[in-house]
T-cell receptor, first 118, second 115 residues
C-alpha cells in the first residue's frame, strides 16, 4: 500500500515571496507523482506530474516540483507567489507495475492550504 | 470539451432518503473514478471503472453505497439509505490512459448534506 504525507497543513506567505510545499510518499513499487490544486468550491486541477525522465518537473502557473527517489519526496515550489495562488494543494501518488503502467488509483495527501497575503 | 460534468452541484436531503449523484465523463476517456472529500478523512477513492466495468470498489464504505456505469458517458453513485455521516463533497474524475499521459480530470463536485 502507498501513502502520502504533506508535512504542512497550512502555509502562510507574503505576495512575491518564494514558497515550498512539502510532500513525502511511501510505496513498495514504482510510482507516479502528482500535484493538484483546489480553489474554493471547485474541483481539483492538475498542476504537474512526474511519470519518468527528468526529476525536475515544470507545471502550470509557474510551479515546479522535484522528484527525489532517495528521500521519497516530491516537494512543490514557486519562486514568487501571487494572491491568486491562494488555494489548497494536494500531493498524490499512483502505483505502477513493472511495465510502467499505472493502475490509476490515486492516493492523496491531506492537503496544504496556501494563503498568500498582500 | 465541457469537461467532467456532475449533477446536482448541491444536494440536501434527510436521513434515510435515497440519494443519486450523476457524472458524465469526458468523451473518449476510458476510466472513471468516484472520490469523497471530508474534513476528517480528506480525499478518498471510492470506486473506479475501466471501460464501464468496476475494477476496484474497496473504498466503498458500506453496502448502502453503490455505483454503476451503464455506458461510457454516464455513471451514478447511489446512497440508500443516506446518513448524516455521508455528508461530504463527492467528486467524479475521468482519465484516458495513453502511455505517459496519466491525468485525471475532476468534475466540480456534488456537495451532499444529509440532515
Amino acid at each position: 500500500a502507498q501513502s502520502v504525507t504533506q508535512l504542512d497543513s497550512q502555509v502562510p506567505v507574503f505576495e512575491e515571496a518564494p514558497v515550498e510545499l512539502r510532500c513525502n510518499y511511501s510505496s513498495s513499487v514504482s510510482v507516479y507523482l502528482f500535484w493538484y490544486v483546489q480553489y474554493p468550491n471547485q474541483g481539483l486541477q492538475l498542476l504537474l506530474k512526474y511519470l519518468s525522465g527528468s526529476t525536475l518537473v515544470k507545471g502550470i502557473n509557474g510551479f515546479e516540483a522535484e522528484f527525489n527517489k532517495s528521500q521519497t519526496s516530491f516537494h512543490l515550489r514557486k519562486p514568487s507567489v501571487h494572491i491568486s495562488d491562494t488555494a489548497e494543494y494536494f500531493c498524490a501518488v499512483s502505483n505502477t507495475n513493472a511495465g510502467g503502467t499505472s493502475y490509476g488509483k490515486l492516493t492523496f495527501g491531506q492537503g496544504t492550504i496556501l494563503t498568500v497575503h498582500p | 470539451d465541457a469537461g467532467v460534468i456532475q449533477s446536482p452541484r448541491h444536494e440536501v436531503t434527510e436521513m434515510g432518503q435515497e440519494v443519486t449523484l450523476r457524472c458524465k465523463p469526458i468523451s473518449g476517456h476510458d476510466y472513471l473514478f468516484w472520490y469523497r472529500q471530508t474534513m476528517m478523512r480528506g480525499l478518498e477513492l471510492l470506486i473506479y471503472f475501466n471501460n464501464n466495468v468496476p475494477i476496484d470498489d474497496s473504498g466503498m464504505p458500506e453496502d448502502r453505497f453503490s455505483a454503476k456505469m451503464p455506458n461510457a458517458s454516464f455513471s451514478t453513485l447511489k446512497i440508500q439509505p443516506s446518513e448524516p455521516r455521508d455528508s461530504a463533497v463527492y467528486f467524479c474524475a475521468s482519465r484516458l490512459w495513453e502511455g505517459n499521459t496519466d491525468t485525471q480530470y475532476f468534475g466540480p463536485g456534488t456537495r451532499l448534506t444529509v440532515l
